[in-house]
């Protein structure tokens, strides 16, 4: 019989994400059928299924973890904020409606039928189901209908391992208060604790981990250090963005827009040797020594072009652009590189438009329709094969649109002004593909190391898992599952 045993977190960001994929590779090397699961998320960093839908970028990551393809059911509620006070959920994959925080509260109960149905699907399929929760079950103001963590834990009949992390500190007073304010029942779902992200000797904390066992009465399974290789698995967050600090190198400069979205298309960057990657966050002037700004992704692209404007990143481009540097925009990026962005039908907000940046000569008019596909594409300049997704709305065209970035099969990507030194391309991912990655840094004088891509992660994850067997009790963890 199929088992599940679910990770909840003493707050947002305190390694779930990653204690999950680690888990899971554990899991898979022990010979189990594994899948990763999360009932709901929020974040509007997307992965494309094969089955046409999308998901959080961390479980994508996680069922690479579990040797599976992404598959909708992995998270079957995903919330995608468009602005400060509302969010796109998405179901199943699917768009269902636009909400406000304040009316959430109203869905959220009818949402466990299709988190308990992609939920049981994949306990159908597979030996083991590890879930990830959301945010913290301390959030006791949040608990009617939840489905997060210990509604659908209840729910489901799923046990849990709570996870606190020790480099934010109070770590104490993170996983004996999580027991003090939530319900009886509820805590009477834990089966034990971790702690996370020590850094230095862990029996320095011993006396701390025997206090929390004998307040709590909770097992302990663990004390894991902190993970240095942690930047180079993919990020979910706008705020986990890590990138190496080096010095010299081809400098890749990545706005860091207010709504960014699908950003993981700098991680291979990341990973060259020979390439330094900033994000830029807002108030920061383009460094002096860019060689290429990267305008990402995003899931408000009217909003985060104003967004742009008060940062005074477009002067800052445009200086750029004059000194001779060059710009990608990918996807929200492509649609202000050009003259306009026109929404006369109200897609992201108001009806109306936005002036673009004028760098490319296209306009962008957004459209109802959501393009949500993994892509073969073809390099238009060197004949590459490239391996990407798309998940945008809205058609680009306009003159500059003759000089395609890539094809997809019969139709062309993108836009690249006349002098080849802005670009644009609805692709995400396209630096994944190892060819083309060195190509595209080949032509602006940079090399490549010799490490792949996808080995390097495939490499790091078994690293994770490795590292949890160390200092983890991986074995008594597992055997919680039921």
């Known amino acids: 019989m199929t088992k599940a045993l679910m990770l909840q977190g003493t707050g947002s960001n305190v390694g779930k994400s990653m204690l999950v994929a680690g888990l899971c590779r554990a899991a898979v090397k022990r010979g189990l059928s594994v899948a990763p699961f999360k009932p709901q998320n929020m974040s509007n960093n997307a992965a494309v299924t094969a089955n046409g839908g999308e998901i959080g970028r961390a479980q994508a990551l996680q069922a690479m973890a579990c040797r599976l393809a992404p598959h909708t059911d992995m998270n079957?509620?995903?919330?995608?904020?468009?602005?400060?006070?509302?969010?796109q959920v998405v179901v199943q994959g699917k768009r269902l409606t636009t909400v406000k925080a304040r009316d959430y509260a109203r869905l959220k109960p009818t949402l466990m039928d299709p988190v308990?149905?992609?939920?049981?699907?994949?306990?159908?399929?597979?030996?083991?189901?590890?879930?990830?929760?959301?945010?913290?079950?301390?959030?006791?103001?949040?608990?009617?209908?939840?489905?997060?963590?210990?509604?659908?834990?209840?729910?489901?009949?799923?046990?849990?391992?709570?996870?606190?992390?020790?480099?934010?500190?109070?770590?104490?007073?993170?996983?004996?208060?999580?027991?003090?304010?939530?319900?009886?029942?509820?805590?009477?779902?834990?089966?034990?604790?971790?702690?996370?992200?020590?850094?230095?000797?862990?029996?320095?904390?011993?006396?701390?981990?025997?206090?929390?066992?004998?307040?709590?009465?909770?097992?302990?399974?663990?004390?894991?250090?902190?993970?240095?290789?942690?930047?180079?698995?993919?990020?979910?967050?706008?705020?986990?963005?890590?990138?190496?600090?080096?010095?010299?190198?081809?400098?890749?400069?990545?706005?860091?827009?207010?709504?960014?979205?699908?950003?993981?298309?700098?991680?291979?960057?990341?990973?060259?040797?020979?390439?330094?990657?900033?994000?830029?966050?807002?108030?920061?002037?383009?460094?002096?020594?860019?060689?290429?700004?990267?305008?990402?992704?995003?899931?408000?692209?009217?909003?985060?072009?104003?967004?742009?404007?008060?940062?005074?990143?477009?002067?800052?481009?445009?200086?750029?652009?004059?000194?001779?540097g060059h710009v990608l925009g990918i996807c929200g990026g492509y649609q202000m590189l050009g003259h306009a962005i026109d929404d006369p039908d109200g897609i992201e907000g108001a009806p109306g438009s936005a002036a673009g940046l004028g760098l490319l000569d296209v306009r962008t008019e957004m459209t109802g329709d959501k393009r949500l596909t993994e892509t073969q594409a073809v390099h238009a300049d060197s004949g590459l094969a490239v391996t990407g997704y798309e998940i945008h709305k809205g058609r680009t065209t306009g003159p500059d649109c003759a000089r395609p970035f890539a094809r997809i099969g019969d139709k062309a990507d993108g836009a690249i002004r006349s002098d080849g030194r802005v670009v644009g391309?609805?692709?995400?991912?396209?630096?994944?593909?190892?060819?083309?990655?060195?190509?595209?840094?080949?032509?602006?004088?940079?090399?490549?190391?010799?490490?792949?891509?996808?080995?390097?992660?495939?490499?790091?994850?078994?690293?994770?898992?490795d590292h949890l067997e160390t200092h983890l009790d991986v074995d008594a963890i597992l055997a919680c599952a039921r």
Request: aromatic share 8%; hydrophobic share 45%.
């Open 116 to 324: 308990l149905d992609s939920f049981n699907r994949l306990k159908s399929r597979h030996d083991l189901v590890l879930v990830e929760g959301a945010g913290s079950p301390a959030e006791v103001n949040l608990r009617p209908g939840d489905i997060a963590n210990m509604g659908f834990a209840r729910a489901a009949d799923c046990p849990v391992i709570l996870a606190g992390d020790i480099d934010r500190g109070g770590v104490i007073a993170q996983i004996v208060g999580t027991q003090a304010v939530i319900d009886t029942d509820d805590a009477a779902m834990i089966a034990g604790f971790l702690i996370n992200r020590f850094r230095g000797d862990p029996r320095l904390f011993d006396d701390g981990y025997a206090m929390i066992e004998a307040h709590t009465g909770w097992r302990g399974f663990g004390v894991v250090p902190w993970f240095g290789d942690a930047w180079k698995l993919p990020a979910e967050d706008a705020l986990d963005i890590s990138t190496p600090q080096r010095e010299g190198g081809l400098h890749v400069v990545c706005l860091k827009l207010s709504r960014i979205a699908n950003f993981d298309d700098m991680d291979p960057l990341a990973h060259e040797p020979g390439v330094r990657v900033t994000m830029l966050h807002a108030g920061q002037a383009l460094p002096g020594d860019t060689d290429v700004v990267v305008i990402p992704g995003s899931k408000s692209t009217r909003s985060d072009m104003d967004f742009l404007r008060a940062q005074g990143w477009d002067a800052d481009i445009y200086a750029h652009v004059r000194r001779g």
């Open 425 to 465: 391309s609805y692709l995400h991912g396209m630096f994944r593909d190892d060819a083309f990655r060195r190509h595209w840094l080949a032509g602006l004088g940079a090399s490549a190391g010799n490490a792949g891509y996808t080995q390097t992660v495939e490499a790091t994850l078994d690293a994770l898992a």
């Open 76 to 87: 079957p509620v995903l919330l995608k904020p468009e602005t400060d006070v509302g969010s």
